[in-house]
C-alpha cells in the first residue's frame, strides 16, 4: 500500500487521539453523505466496519485490555478498494493498523 516508512504512535495518548480523529472523520464522511446523499452506498460497509472496530479499540483502550499485534484490523483488507479521494484519512487508519500491528514507536536512545 505504502512504500515509505509508517511512523506509528508514539504513545497511548497519540493512540488514542489517531483514533478520535479517525471517528471525527467517520462522522464527517456520514454528515457529507446524508447531505448530498451520493456514496454511501459504496463505503456503507466499510465505514460501518471501521467506526466499529475503531470504537471497539477505544473502550479497550480506557479499559486498559486493549492488545497490540492481534492482526491487521478487518477494514484494511477491503481498504485498497476504495480510491484515497473516498477515504481522505485512509492514511490515518494506515497508521493506526501499523500501531495496532506492531505497537507503539518507542526511539530509545
Do not use: C
Not at 4 to 13: D, G, Q, Y
Not at 16 to 29: G, K, T, Y
Request: cysteine-free; proline content about 2%.
Amino acid at each position: 500500500m505504502f512504500k515509505t516508512k509508517i511512523v506509528r504512535a508514539r504513545s497511548s495518548e497519540e493512540y488514542v487521539n489517531m483514533i478520535e480523529q479517525a471517528l471525527d472523520d467517520i462522522w464527517d464522511i456520514r454528515q457529507s453523505t446524508e447531505f448530498d446523499g451520493e456514496g454511501i452506498v459504496d463505503l456503507g460497509d466499510l465505514i460501518e466496519n471501521v467506526e466499529s472496530t475503531l470504537k471497539d479499540v477505544y473502550e479497550s483502550m480506557k479499559a486498559g485490555t486493549y492488545q497490540f499485534a492481534t492482526g491487521d484490523f478487518p477494514f484494511m483488507a477491503k481498504l485498497d478498494n476504495y480510491h484515497a479521494s473516498m477515504i481522505p484519512f485512509r492514511f490515518l487508519l494506515v497508521r493506526i493498523n501499523e500501531t495496532h500491528m506492531k505497537g507503539l514507536e518507542i526511539n530509545e536512545e
